[in-house]
Each structure stands twice: as structure tokens, then as C-alpha cells.
């Protein structure tokens, strides 16, 4: 599957990036609900170890669900027990190594083979591609930390698909009806290239760079910080509250508390 090669890239993008910070940069909190560094990598290991087991020891992955729900820990604590023997460096390179074994096995896997998942089953693409998604918005804090320009790649087509996939789970996740059809998508790749998704449309439109709508979705910004340029109530209300991650709903982040910050020393 071209999504395994995708995540692949994607965890070695972040990877380099993490790997030219210092110890205490690992330990200081990020704007993302103050998780630090430590807490990416060890939720990034934690549950790319759970998509393989979905191909290699499901019967592992039932035990860790099954241990979370019934230790009444948070899943953070509960990853932390799991990984909070591993140092700094040593969680960096176990993270590394287990992601390209991740991307090895879903490589040759049948890409509509059903998985199992603490939610509702899942094919094996849309596994592997909630795991570049997850890693390329987990990520979204470690760039602005560090104070560097993200340079993506076309393969955030992964995560537009994603994003267009979940219109419906914004709404569902709040017990909501969908206020229409979702809007017309008229996005700019990476590459310059026109991405469209939904029925065209000059009344219910968002037009933009794809990275910003990817942002909008992961909740890595809010809308008002992008330049996204959003056109009626549906793709208004939608650009509210998108959401293409599972769980309890979730609030995107104020406007103007997610950006790439400033860091001593940095040359513009």
C-alpha cells in the first residue's frame, strides 16, 4: 500500500526534526495541552505498536484494551506505564525502528482486510493512514516548538481524503445532524497541484492551501488562523468543530494559541 510507504515518510520527517532537539526540549511542554515531547513519541510508539498488532498478535492488541479499560487510567497514563522505562534517546529510536517494522507489514497487506480496533473495525488502509494522520498532527506541535517551517509533501493527500471521509463523524461524534451536503473542496497540494472533493459548488465552498485544511481537521488551528478562504453556513459550521480523529468530540484550539514560534537565537 502506498499509505505504509506514506506513514513511513512521514515518521522519518519527524524523526529528523525531533532528533535535532536537546534532553530538555523533550521535557518542556508543547501548546498542545502542555504535552512534551516524551508524550508524542511515547502515544506515537504506543499505539503504531497497536496497528501492528492488529496484522501480528491481535489477541495482543485485545489484552492492551482490554488492560486500559479496566485499569481506570487515562490512555496517557497508561502509555506511559507501558514505555515510561525507555529514555529520551532510547523511546526516539524505539519509536524510529517500530514505525519502519509498522510500514513494512502493512506494506503487503490487503489494503480492504478488516482489523480489528478499540472502535469499530477498520480496513488496513484506513489504519495505516490514521497513523500518518496522527503522525503528522502530533507532529504539528513538535514543528512549532522547535520554531520550524513545515515543509509537506503530496502525501497529505492522505489526510485531505481523511478529512473529506469525516464530515459526517464531525456531526455524528456531537449527535448532530449534518447541517447539508458537504461543501465543495478546492484545495492546493504541496505541489501546486488542484485537489477537488465534493459536488462543485459557489455557495458552499472552502478553497485553500491543503495543509491548512489538514490543520483545520487534525485541530492542529483553528480556521481564523489560516487563510482558508470559506464560503457558507455549512462549510462555516463544519470549519467550526472538523474533527477526523475518533473519540468524544473535540474543541479545536482557540485562535491565536497554536503557531510556530519564535526561538532564541533563530535566524529568519
Excluded at 505498536?49 to 496484522?55: D, S, T, V, W, Y
Excluded at 494522520?133 to 516548538?145: L, R
Excluded at 461543501?183 to 505541489?191: D, G, I, Q, Y
Excluded at 514560534?261 to 529568519?268: C, F, L, M, N, P
Aim: glycine share 6%; net charge negative.
Amino acid at each position: 500500500m502506498q499509505q505504509a510507504e506514506d506513514f513511513r515518510q512521514e515518521t522519518r520527517a519527524l524523526a529528523d526534526l525531533v532528533e535535532t532537539l536537546s534532553l530538555d526540549d523533550f521535557h518542556t511542554p508543547t501548546q498542545f495541552k502542555a504535552w512534551t515531547i516524551v508524550d508524542v513519541l511515547r502515544h506515537l510508539h504506543f499505539w503504531n505498536r497497536m496497528a501492528h498488532f492488529q496484522l501480528s498478535d491481535p489477541e495482543q492488541l485485545s489484552g492492551h484494551l482490554k488492560a486500559m479499560q479496566a485499569s481506570g487510567s487515562s490512555m496517557r497514563a497508561y502509555e506511559a506505564a507501558q514505555l515510561g522505562h525507555l529514555g529520551e534517546q532510547a523511546l526516539l529510536s524505539d519509536w524510529r525502528n517500530f514505525a519502519e517494522r509498522t510500514a513494512d507489514l502493512f506494506a503487503d497487506a490487503d489494503p480492504k482486510a478488516r482489523l480489528k480496533w478499540a472502535g469499530p473495525d477498520m480496513s488496513a488502509r484506513s489504519s495505516i493512514t490514521a497513523r500518518q494522520m496522527e503522525t503528522w498532527a502530533h507532529g504539528q506541535e513538535v514543528y512549532d516548538f522547535a520554531g520550524v517551517e513545515r515543509r509537506n509533501e503530496d502525501r497529505i493527500s492522505n489526510i485531505v481524503t481523511l478529512g473529506v471521509n469525516t464530515f459526517g463523524w464531525t456531526y455524528a461524534t456531537r449527535r448532530e445532524p449534518p447541517p447539508g451536503p458537504m461543501p465543495h473542496l478546492v484545495l492546493t497540494a504541496p505541489s501546486g497541484a488542484i485537489w477537488t472533493h465534493g459536488e462543485p459548488s459557489e455557495a458552499e465552498r472552502i478553497e485553500g492551501r491543503a495543509d491548512e485544511f489538514c490543520q483545520v481537521v487534525t485541530q492542529t488551528r483553528n480556521i481564523a488562523d489560516t487563510s482558508l478562504k470559506v464560503t457558507g453556513p455549512v462549510a462555516t459550521d463544519w470549519m467550526s468543530k472538523a474533527q477526523c480523529f475518533a473519540g468524544a468530540p473535540s474543541e479545536p484550539p482557540a485562535p491565536g494559541t497554536r503557531f510556530r514560534r519564535e526561538r532564541a537565537g533563530q535566524v529568519r
